[in-house]
């Protein structure tokens, strides 16, 4: 899934997801105190606005231009938002951000492959700087059947935790029910979530 398959994802309609900012976002860091904030795989914008109308200052990140375009146009006509968020194309997977940048690092559905290093994992993790705060959401792995599993390709928030060292202290790692529908065309019915806190 490279640069070229995202931006014809997202010209393929002219708007891919609903425009709000997920749900796991919304109830894991309304109560965070805002700072700095790097939101990876960023697509269309919608949380990286959301976390700055509320005083984040935002770096949001993501691999596909036609994303990018899209997200910094509709935050154009608001000032607010305009002048704390900077819009970046990059492949954090496979460059790291900046070590200890961040009082949040938020990635929701960032299709972060396992790798036996974990190189691009600690990148990530690296970025969040002592008292911030990893949130990590993504779609649980289905049900055991039939036929490869690709979903098992990916971090799960369980392997992030049990990665995560004495510097780091665990605030949730759950399976929850959404708690608005999924996108069209899914059947997410549930996201697994992994919030951390960086002691040190």
Known sequence: ???RHWDDMYR???QVFSGNPNPVLVAEAAGLRPGQALDVGCGEGADAVWLARRGWRVTAVDVSEVALRRAAAAAEADA?????????RD??????????AFDLVSMHYFPLRREPDHRALCGLLAA???????????HPLPA????????????QPGDIAQLLGPAWGIVVNETRPR?????EGTHH????????????
């Open 12 to 14: 393929s309609r002219d």
């Open 1 to 3: 899934m490279d640069a």
């Open 189 to 200: 019915t549930h996201d697994a979530v992994l919030r951390a806190l960086r002691l040190s």
């Open 80 to 88: 607010e938002v305009r002048d704390r968020v900077a819009w970046a």
């Open 179 to 183: 708690t608005t529908p999924p996108p």
């Open 144 to 155: 055991p059947g039939p036929g490869p599993n690709t979903a098992a390709e990916y971090y």
């Open 91 to 100: 492949d954090l997977a496979a460059t790291p951000p900046p070590a200890g």
């Open 128 to 138: 969040v700087a002592p008292g911030g705060t990893l949130l990590y959401a993504t």
